[in-house]
Each structure stands twice: as C-alpha cells, then as structure tokens.
C-alpha cells in the first residue's frame, strides 16, 4: 500500500522501501519519476571551475624561438605549449586588463 504525504490540498506520494533492487526496478518499470520530484531538495551546482574549451590552432614560429620557449618551459617545469598559453595569457591581461 502506498503512503502518502498529506499536503492540505492532496496527498503526494513517497517512495516505499524496497527489499531489493528488482522489487524496486519492478516499482519504477510502472511508476513516474516526475510524480515524485517534491520528494528531492533541490543541489546547487557549480560550473566555475571546469575547463574552457579548447581550439587547436597552428602557429609557425621560429626555431630559435621555439627552442627558447623549450628551455623556459625546462626551467619552469612545465610543457612548453603550456607555458605559450601561460605567456599569451599574461600579455592578453596586460592589454585588457578587465578580461
């Protein structure tokens, strides 16, 4: 038998506890997740810190400067296609600094 919270207006349904999952895999094979949706709270999510996407681009660029940026990024140790990103970065801040 199906309890049921009582709200003033009508009663909502709850979900019973299941014995096991093919009880409950039985229960929602005839029952509507959306009928009982008043049951959850509702979870904040926060998207802020996943990646941008990403655009590969091709740059031709000088040998020597490549090797400089090889040794820059040795130093730092870090890949040195990613301190190009860190380094373009840097100078696009200093020249729109409200980016």
Do not use: C
Request: overall charge positive; glycine content about 2%; cysteine-free.
């Amino acid at each position: 038998m199906k309890k049921a919270i009582k709200t003033g207006k009508k009663s909502l349904p709850t979900i019973p506890k299941f014995k096991n999952e093919d009880e409950e895999r039985d229960f929602w094979a005839t029952h509507d997740l959306t009928d009982y949706l008043h049951i959850f709270k509702p979870v904040k999510l926060d998207f802020s810190k996943l990646k941008p996407s990403t655009k590969p681009v091709t740059v031709r660029l000088p040998l020597s400067l490549v090797e400089d940026l090889k040794i820059m990024a040795n130093k730092r140790d870090v890949p040195y296609q990613s301190l190009m990103k860190i380094l373009l970065a840097e100078k696009i801040r200093e020249e729109f600094p409200s980016v």
